[in-house]
């Protein structure tokens, strides 16, 4: 379900005038409207930095994002991926109030303890719809990595699920997880 130009933009504006106040939401657009994302927990935050140094280090040539807004007016969707990674010539070509996600090669989410369905639900169709071609969903509570891949719109055609303690590959790169920490 696309939500209308009008209506985005105008979401859009709130989202902006909300993440402005003293304790900082992060704001995503999805299909139901607004969504208020929760603080990250410690492993958590301590994935996704194992993650960015893992991406950075194989690739030099891309840039990793974190908590950056990626948005597509089009389809009415803002999202706030964990990570983001893009080739470093894209850079000075995206806007500046949030990435072009037809640019974006790979999107990682650690998936909430709160809410994990926004992840493995609501961003699997806002992903694919977006043309995304790789997405890795990171879970501290079940302990594993799933690689989705080849979108077709609504859903990815294609999904790998590795355990923790894995190297998963996702793409051109190889991820250890080894060291991902978990959820108590």
Excluded: C
Aim: charged residues 25%; negative net charge; hydrophobic residues 35%.
């Amino acid at each position: 379900m696309s939500i209308d130009a009008a209506t985005f933009a105008r979401l859009r504006e709130i989202a902006d005038e909300l993440s402005q106040l003293p304790m900082k939401p992060r704001m995503e657009i999805g299909p139901q409207g607004l969504v208020m994302m929760m603080s990250p927990t410690t492993p958590h935050g301590l994935t996704a930095i194992y993650l960015r140094r893992q991406l950075e280090q194989q690739t030099p040539d891309r840039f990793v994002f974190t908590d950056t807004d990626m948005q597509d007016a089009v389809l009415g969707r803002m999202r706030v991926p964990d990570l983001v990674v893009l080739p470093t010539d894209l850079l000075d070509a995206q806007p500046e109030e949030a990435i072009n996600p037809h640019d974006v090669e790979l999107v990682i989410e650690v998936v909430s303890k709160s809410n994990p369905e926004n992840d493995y639900r609501d961003k699997v169709a806002d992903y694919s719809a977006m043309g995304i071609p790789l997405y890795l969903i990171v879970d501290p509570g079940r302990g594993t990595a799933q690689v989705l891949s080849e979108p077709d719109g609504t859903r990815y055609r294609e999904a790998h699920t590795y355990d923790y303690g894995e190297k998963v590959p996702v793409g051109r790169w190889l991820i250890d997880t080894g060291n991902f920490p978990r959820y108590r």
